[in-house]
Structures are given as C-alpha cells and as structure tokens.
C-alpha cells in the first residue's frame, strides 16, 4: 500500500476553498511533483499530508496510521521523526551557524551534540556545502543556504520529505542544481518527496507528476 495517503481532502480559509476534493498517494521512495497555478492549493494539500494543517473533512494515512487520530504531540513526534521540510526561503536560524542549523533536528531529537554535530558535517559535505558549515546563514549564497536547508531536511534520515517551491529563490541554474541533488539523496536515502513546484524543469526531478487545480488532484500520464 501507499506509504502516505490523502483521501477526498477538503479545507477552507474562512470563505475561501483551498481543497474540494483532493485526493493522493504517494508511495516508499517516490517523488511526486504538485503542479498547477498559484492558489490552486498546492500548499494545502502539503500541509494537510504533513499533519501541519488539519482538513475539514477527508482523512490523511501515513502507513497504518490516521493522522486525524493521533494527538497534536503524536502528529508533532511524526514531523519531527519521519518528516523533513525545505521551504522557500527563511527556513535557517539566522543567529546559528550552518553545521548547527543541520544539527539542529538532531538535537531536537535528542541527539548527543558531538555526535549531531558529525552527522550534520557529514551531511553538508555530501552536499558540497561543507566549506559553509562555520559561516551563518547570511554569509552564504542562496543556492549555498538552499543546500544546506535540504541537509537538514535530510540528517534525520525521514522516510518523507516535504518541499514547498524549495527553489523558488533560486536562478535556474543553481534551482536545478539544488533539485538535482535533493532527488540524489532522497533516491540514496529511499525517501519520499512530495515537492510543490510551478516550475516544468524542476517537476521534471520527480517520478510523478500532480495537477492541482481548483483543489482538485488530476494526475498526468507519464
Ligand atoms: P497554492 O500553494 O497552490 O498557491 P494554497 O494552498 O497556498 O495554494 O492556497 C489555496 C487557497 O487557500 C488560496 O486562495 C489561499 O489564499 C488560501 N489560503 C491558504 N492558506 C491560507 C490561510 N492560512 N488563511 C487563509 N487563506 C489561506
Ligand atoms: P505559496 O504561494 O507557496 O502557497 P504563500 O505565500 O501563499 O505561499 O503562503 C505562505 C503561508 O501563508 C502559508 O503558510 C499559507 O498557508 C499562508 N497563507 C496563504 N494564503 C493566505 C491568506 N490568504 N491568508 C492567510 N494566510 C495565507
């Protein structure tokens, strides 16, 4: 069965419908792309499969498991443990250093600091990013910072990873450079990737692509 599943998702801001309907599955290890025009609640359904955003009805499975039924701390314990996230931008302590910033999830999980610390170098320099790893992140380039925001979606070894326009910031060289290396480590690691793009060469990375449209889920073949 699928690894994470959202069933007939509906949500609603207020007024404003952000899923009518969604539904997906994404399996152990695929990497499935969220395409479609901006507000067509792309963003949602992530958050939604992530147990950050609650739907008003449907239900979300990650294995056995229905996130509705489990407690804020359960969900919470789930994001930390088997979920990584790179966003955007502003995802990085600004006041810690890059190695610190990776090592940060692992400290959270209640990784000793010397060996966070290893894991978090380790981590940057299968990145290529090592030589930052003193530097904070307003001394680094925005493919540089972008790096090592996704070894830090990726040093707690999640079985899923959630990224939303992670190069979005980005020129294009450096966007497919970053989308390149994420899709290596994840496909290293067995990871997931669910990836919010509107961007064809980046949704080109993934194994699957995904139209949102209206908060509907259409998929494409191929
Ligand atoms: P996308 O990621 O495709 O751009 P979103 O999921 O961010 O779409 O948004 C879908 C719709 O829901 C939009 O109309 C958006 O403005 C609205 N929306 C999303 N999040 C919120 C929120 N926290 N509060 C109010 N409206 C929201
Ligand atoms: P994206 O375009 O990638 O969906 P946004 O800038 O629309 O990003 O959203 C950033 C954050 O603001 C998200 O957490 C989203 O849930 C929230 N958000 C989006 N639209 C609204 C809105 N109309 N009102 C309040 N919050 C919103």
Same mark, same amino acid.
């Given at each position: 069965?699928? *690894?994470?599943?959202?069933?007939?998702?509906? !949500?609603?801001?207020?007024?404003?419908?952000?899923?009518?309907?969604?539904?997906?599955? $994404?399996?152990?290890?695929?990497? @499935?792309?969220?395409?479609? =025009?901006?507000?067509?609640? !792309?963003? #949602?359904?992530?958050?939604?499969?992530?147990?950050?955003?609650?739907?008003?009805?449907?239900?979300?499975?990650?294995? #056995?498991?229905?996130?509705?039924?489990?407690?804020?701390?359960?969900?919470?314990?789930?994001?930390?443990?088997?979920?990584?996230? @790179?966003?955007?931008?502003?995802?990085? $302590? =600004?006041?810690?250093?890059?190695?610190?910033?990776?090592? *940060?999830?692992?400290?959270?999980?209640?990784?000793?600091?010397?060996?966070?610390?290893?894991?978090?170098?380790?981590?940057?320099?299968?990145?290529? $990013?090592?030589?930052?790893?003193? !530097?904070? =992140?307003?001394?680094?380039?925005?493919?540089?910072?972008?790096?090592?925001? @996704?070894?830090? &979606?990726?040093?707690?070894? =999640?079985?899923?990873?959630?990224?939303?326009?992670? #190069?979005?910031?980005?020129?294009?060289?450096?966007?497919?450079? @970053?989308?390149?290396?994420?899709?290596?480590?994840?496909?290293?690691?067995?990871?997931?990737? $669910?990836?919010?793009?509107?961007?064809?060469?980046? &949704?080109?990375?993934?194994?699957?692509?995904?139209?949102?449209?209206?908060?509907?889920?259409?998929?494409?073949?191929?």
């Amino acid at each position: 069965g699928a *690894l994470l599943a959202a069933i007939e998702l509906h !949500k609603r801001f207020g007024a404003t419908p952000a899923l009518d309907g969604a539904s997906l599955r $994404v399996d152990a290890g695929e990497i @499935v792309a969220l395409m479609g =025009p901006s507000g067509s609640g !792309k963003s #949602t359904l992530l958050h939604c499969l992530a147990g950050i955003v609650g739907p008003d009805a449907g239900e979300v499975h990650y294995g #056995t498991r229905r996130l509705s039924a489990m407690s804020e701390a359960g969900r919470s314990a789930l994001r930390r443990g088997e979920f990584g996230f @790179v966003f955007q931008f502003g995802q990085l $302590v =600004p006041e810690l250093t890059c190695a610190e910033n990776v090592a *940060l999830p692992l400290r959270l999980g209640g990784v000793g600091r010397r060996a966070a610390r290893e894991r978090a170098h380790a981590q940057l320099a299968r990145l290529g $990013v090592d030589d930052v790893a003193g !530097k904070r =992140p307003g001394e680094v380039s925005g493919g540089q910072g972008q790096r090592v925001a @996704v070894a830090r &979606a990726l040093v707690s070894e =999640p079985r899923v990873i959630f990224a939303d326009e992670p #190069t979005g910031a980005l020129d294009s060289l450096n966007g497919e450079e @970053v989308m390149r290396l994420l899709t290596e480590a994840a496909r290293t690691a067995a990871a997931a990737v $669910v990836l919010v793009t509107h961007d064809a060469r980046v &949704a080109a990375y993934s194994d699957r692509e995904v139209v949102v449209r209206d908060g509907r889920t259409r998929s494409l073949a191929g």
